[in-house]
C-alpha cells in the first residue's frame, strides 16, 4: 500500500537521538532550545515554545490570550477537530466559517459577512483560527485588517504549513497573526514523532505559554512574588499543564529541520507532476496564489462529476489498487460532538460539498515520479 503520508528518517536522525539517550538530559535538557531558537532564526519571529503536541500548543495559545467562559472562537469546519476543540477546553463557545471552495481555506468573503451580523448582534469572536489546509496559506493579511476592525486576536493553525511562504514569506512570522502554531506529527513535513510549536512576536504570550506548558510553574527571578536567593525555589502563578517537548523529539526536529527545503522541493515537484496529468481532467485542483508557495503537506482534488456514492467507490478501488487515498477532512460541525452542540447538516455547505468529493492523494517525499503517475493513472481510469 502507498501510503498518503509518512515520515522520511535518515541516519542523522538516528544519530541525533542517540546522541541525546546518551547525554545527561532526556527532558529539559538544552536541545528543546536549540529547537526554538533555531526556528526564531529561520523565521525571523521573536519568540517561539515548543510543546508535545499542536494539540496543546492550539490549547496554550487561546488560554495566553485570555479565552474563557462567555468568549467564542472562530474557524473554519475543514480542518481536524484540534482546530475547534482548542476553544472547548477553555470553556469558550465554537462557530465556524465556510470555505473557499477553489482554496478549501475559510473564505474571507463569508467571514466578513458573519463578522458584520455579529457586531450587530454583539457575538462577535474574540480569536478566529483559520486554518492553512494542506499548507495553503489563507489570505492574512485581509484577515489581519478584519481583526483590526472587529478587535479579534488570530492564532494561525499552520499544522500543515512548515515551510510554506506567504507574500513570499515564511508561515510562522507572524506578521498577520498573535500566535502561529506548527505540528511536528509524523506525517507532517517535518516530524519529532509527536510535538508542537507556537511562534509568536509578543514576548508577553511567550511567556504566559511557557508557564501553561509546564503546570503554571515560573523559576524566572524576574516573575516571582518572593525574592528568594535558593536554587530550589518556584511558584506556581497559574493553573498550567504539562505540555512539554521533551529533549529526544527536539534532537529528532531539529535534524529534521535541517532536511526542511529537500523536502519542500520534493513535495512541490511531485505536486507539481500530479497537476501536469490531472490538469485536463474533470478534477478540481487546490488553488494556491502565485505569491504563495504551499508546503504541500496534501494533495487534495475533489471531484465534480461524483456523488458521495461514486467518490467513495473510487476510494475503494483506489484502495484496492495498493493506493492508500484518504478524505481530509469529515467537516467538524458534522462530528457527533458538535451536533450535540445544535450544528447540522446545511449550516456550511461550501464545507460539505467539498467533503462529498474530496480525495487525498499520497504525497511524500519517499514517493517517486512512477509513483505519482500510477496513482494519476488509476484515478483517471476510475473517472473514465
Known sequence: ??????????????????????????????RVKEFEDAFCNRLGVRAAVAMNSATSAL????????????????????????????????????????????????????????????????TLPKIVVPVHFGGNPCDMRRLKKLSEQFGFAIIEDASHAVGAKYNGDPVGSCQFSDITVFSFHPV????????????????????????????????????????????????????????????????????QLEKLQSFIGRRD??????TAALTRSSVNIQTVRDVDCSSWHLYVVTLPDCDRPRRDKIFKAMREAGIGVNLHYIPVHLQPYYAA???????????E?????????????????TNVDFIAGQLLEQLS
Open 1 to 30: 500500500m502507498i501510503p498518503y503520508g509518512r515520515q522520511i528518517i535518515s541516519e542523522q536522525d538516528v544519530d541525533a537521538v542517540v546522541d541525546v539517550l546518551r547525554s545527561d538530559f532526556l527532558t529539559q535538557g538544552p
Open 59 to 122: 490549547h496554550a495559545a487561546c488560554l495566553a490570550l485570555g479565552l474563557g467562559r462567555g468568549d467564542r472562537l472562530w474557524t473554519s469546519p475543514n480542518t481536524f477537530v484540534a482546530s475547534a476543540n482548542c476553544a472547548m477546553y477553555c470553556g469558550a463557545q465554537v462557530d465556524f466559517v465556510d470555505i473557499d471552495l477553489s482554496t478549501y481555506n475559510l473564505c474571507m468573503d463569508k467571514l466578513e459577512e458573519k463578522l458584520i451580523k455579529a457586531s450587530t448582534s454583539k
Open 188 to 255: 507532517k513535513i517535518i516530524t519529532s514523532g509527536e510535538g508542537g510549536l507556537a511562534l509568536t512576536n509578543d514576548q508577553d504570550l511567550a511567556e504566559k505559554m511557557s508557564q501553561i506548558r509546564s503546570h503554571g510553574i515560573t523559576r524566572d527571578p524576574d516573575q516571582l512574588t518572593q525574592h528568594q536567593e535558593q536554587p530550589w525555589y518556584y511558584e506556581q502563578q497559574s493553573l498550567g499543564f504539562n505540555y512539554r517537548m521533551n529533549d529526544i523529539e527536539a534532537a529528532l526536529g531539529l535534524s
Open 269 to 274: 515537484e511531485l505536486a507539481d507532476c500530479y
Open 341 to 351: 452542540l445544535g450544528f447540522k447538516l446545511g449550516d456550511f455547505p461550501a464545507a
Open 353 to 369: 460539498y467539498y467533503f462529498d468529493h474530496c480525495l487525498t492523494l499520497p504525497l511524500h517525499p519517499g514517493l517517486t515520479k
